[in-house]
């Protein structure tokens, strides 16, 4: 049966970094979303309009609140979703100390189970549909989490996180049983909707070159597959891997010539990428994870949008759990705003809700599929409503347009304002009883 959801219908329909950002964001009060029986976006518009020519539509009203698409989180990792708000650390002391302790207790399976279940609905509770995930070293456990996508109803882009060196001994793979256990989960995933699969070397300072050319030999077999990874974050990381491919001109080409790098690779950080890096990043079409909360939260430092966009780079954002300290996209934007900033950027509201949900979906190759209410879209969108927090309905009672309520609600979006979450039309947040 078709439905029609009402609400205020908000997102972005195109790039507002390249076209005009007043019409790229549509906002449409009194608005409606009309879903097909499959999860499908069939129109938007004003409900009057789409109330009177589907009279058979079963409606499912929810007033004054905000529907916006479903968020795209670009990068964050399973395996430490119990591991956020270690004290102290920078990034490579912070591996060692509090990260790899965490990552082994993905051994155990039962363990990796419930926290693939608790992980999955952490970000469908926050509102995000779409994720790029590290999974865990362990076959079982990464398994476990495309589970759970699938039942759960995340899309979900992972893969076993890969290392053969400087780390304790259990998380390390071999290249050869890398290259078999990748294999087995590309095909489980080959075969389900939804899932996907990112060939994921951590970064260069845990993969040997075999381990790299590994990777190399699984996304020429499989060109379907993502690659993710991460690159110049954290000052001594640069020097560190300076120190261990001398012949390389810089971090990026480390990975450059290793074959790495292509349209499906996406680099978590760039936070300290030189001139020359960034060219080359926009010659091959790789994509970059803005990851603002986890940056700072490391020390790592502020990245710079606006070297990336002026090259035609695209960005996207991710929590980066458990860098980052929330599992929010919406709040991550807030960071966005801020760390931009810092460079005298100032991101307007459909720039940032474009930053959170259409920008991942194209620069993850799934704008056909999700990221804004175009017709044939899957109808992933979240319900957000001021009626918890009596000081949020002052602040956008003082609002002079929706848009500039819409900016309000990209920095000051609490989770307790999202009322559900919708993912292929299906209400996954909160789940549906039986
Ligand atoms: N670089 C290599 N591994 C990691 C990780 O787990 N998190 C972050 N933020 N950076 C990394
Ligand atoms: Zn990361």
Redesign the pocket.
Known sequence: MKRLFLGIVAHVLENPFTGSAEDCLEIIEDGALLADEHGKILARGPKQTLMAAHPDAEIVDFGDDWLLPGFVDGHV?FP?VYATAAYGHH?LDW?QTS?FPAELAFADEAFAVVAARRFVHQLLRMGTTTALV?GSQFTPATRALFEAARQQGLRLISGLTLMDLDAPARLLHTPQSAYDECRQLIRMTEKTPGLYYAVTP??AL?CSPAMMDVCRSLIEEFPDCYLQT?IN?NLD?IEAVKASFPEAHNYLDVYARQGLLSPRTVL??SVHSTDAELDRMAELDCRVCH?PA?NMY?GSGIFNLARHLERRIQVLVGT?IG?GTNFSILEELSDVYKAQQMYDMRLGAAKLLYLGTLAGAEALHLAGETGNFAEGKSADFVVLSSQTDLCFQERLARCTSRKDQLFAWLNMFRPSHLRATYSGGRLVIPEERP
């Open positions: 990792h430490q990034l591996l990260v590290f951590r970064f845990s991460h974050e990381e978590a950080h990851c986890s490391l980066d860098a």
